[in-house]
């Protein structure tokens, strides 16, 4: 790397170019990934939001699965997103019977956590790693963090109403993920900060 970290956004579904711009805006270069063979020229890499039962089949259905499992496991930064977020979960609470995922972080996610009627909402969430401005954060049918591994670090929790303390952020090294969308906000610390997770790794 030469100081700029070239960052590739997964994409098969969801908010690719808003990932692009925000990635952008922190410093880095983009790319689409869509095949397995464009995975090695990548420092990091952002997996959206979407519905992860889809983006699974379509993983696997682009031949992209097992690449992007052995980069993970060789310590490629990836952030994920909501859907990403479950794509980058060593387990699934309430998986659809056939649904695989990526791996890497070891939790479990629960998709749809909040509720069918909570399609979605928003809410203020002092995150430290991000500073003491709080992050408006943005929902939409998403999951949560049911249970973390020893080497995770809990980044956010739900601050307000039934759910609150459920973990919404997390971090396991070069794996950063949460279950909210930031791309959608204009805010670009979340970005920021995977951009210097990638960097550092770099
Ligand atoms: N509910 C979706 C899923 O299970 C995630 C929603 C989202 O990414 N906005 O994949």
Redesign the pocket.
């Known amino acids: 790397m030469n100081g700029i970290p070239h960052i590739g956004v997964l994409a098969v579904q969801?908010d690719v170019r808003e990932h692009r711009h925000a990635l952008e805006a922190a410093g880095a270069t983009t790319t689409t990934i869509r095949r397995p063979e464009e995975v090695a020229g990548i420092d990091g890499l952002v997996i959206?939001?979407?519905?992860?039962?889809?983006?699974d089949k379509l993983v696997r259905a682009f031949g992209l699965q097992s690449s992007l499992r052995e980069a993970i496991a060789s310590g490629l930064p990836v952030y994920g997103?909501?859907?990403?977020m479950?794509m980058l979960a060593d387990r699934i609470a309430d998986a659809r019977p056939d649904q695989e995922t990526l791996g890497g972080l070891d939790i479990t996610v629960r998709?749809?956590a909040f509720g069918r009627q909570v399609d979605s909402f928003e809410e203020d969430l002092h995150i430290r790693a991000l500073g003491p401005q709080p992050v408006r954060a943005v929902f939409?049918?998403?999951?949560w963090v049911e249970d973390v591994g020893e080497r995770v670090e809990v980044l956010a929790r739900v601050e307000s109403g039934q759910a609150a303390g459920r973990i919404v952020a997390v971090r396991q090294g070069s794996l950063l993920a949460t279950s909210f969308?930031p791309e959608v906000t204009g805010d670009h610390r979340v970005h920021q900060l995977f951009v210097e997770i990638v960097r550092n790794r770099s």
């Open positions: 969801g959206p939001g979407g519905e992860s039962t889809t983006m997103s909501c859907a990403g479950i998709r749809n939409i049918r998403a999951p969308h």
